[in-house]
């Protein structure tokens, strides 16, 4: 678990980082989400003492970082940087295998683990180990700082803009490969990003920074439908609907949904596989966006029960929903 408590950032006579306080759960992935010089890089620096608070307390599994040696505190943090800060001149697996060096690791474990954290990532040692960054593409480069970062299996994972150079596709094809990673399950992960879309699919709890201060933080639905104030409301306006919809989940609507619709005799119940009461109401309608008249059957695992779904049933409880808020 990470705990920050009242950490400020003062460079020259710039206020940084103002005074913020945070926790991150273990196994939790917290957002830094705000426009660009809203101090989210400083205050993830902070975290593995690239940078040095000027004030505050941090402490990461109840040790207080300040009483490490920063050399050996990183050695327990993966830390992915905006430009993956691969070196250019060590091919992949030399690139993989920084770390392992440090910790002087036989070469055998050294190439065991890089072999199993590349297979992962769909870069596998025997074809891409001896490449060099350069004859890599910005999605796969991408791949190898994580493959790095993960490779001593730290607790910690500090990442920041890790999609940030990648055309939107590529971003959102990594991105969803970074979700489904096994080796991430477990890991406390703090990411920055400017990229909303990015944070809510990603967060499980957001830090929403202005000039330095927490605006806002709490899950996407709550930064989505409870804004603290005007800043948060109007931060989100531009990608409202989308965000709404990518907030809430069918669970949300589950009480709300217009039962007539769910046994109407002429929709086809039959073209959709069955997903969880969990998954988003825009991931739904994405599955419906083809169907004419399709219905998505929908169980929740909390009741066991199933309900069918039709484009038109969730639009309606999302309005049901939105103005009962
Ligand atoms: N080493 C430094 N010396 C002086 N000022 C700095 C230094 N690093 C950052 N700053 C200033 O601190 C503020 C916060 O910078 P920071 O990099 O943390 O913002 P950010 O939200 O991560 O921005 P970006 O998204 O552009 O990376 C900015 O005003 C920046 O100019």
Redesign the pocket.
Known sequence: MITAEHISKI??D?K?VDNISFEVKEGETMVLL?T????????LKMLNRLIDASSGFISIDGKNIFDQQPEILRRTIGYVS?SNGLFPHYSVEENVSVVPRLLKWEKSKTQRRAQELLEQLKLPLSEFGHKYPDELSGGQQQRVAIARALISNPPVLLMDEPFGALDPITRAGVRKEFLELPELKQKTIVL?T?DVQEAFELGDHICLMDKGKIVQAGTAKDLILKPANTFVRTFFDHQRLFLELSALAFQDIWEIVNPDLDVENDINKASHTEINAETSLWAGMEMLSDAGNDALPVRNDATGTLKFFTTSSIQKAYRTLKRHN
């Open positions: 460079f020259n710039i940084a705000g660009s010089g809203c101090g989210k890089t400083t205050t905006q920055v400017h």
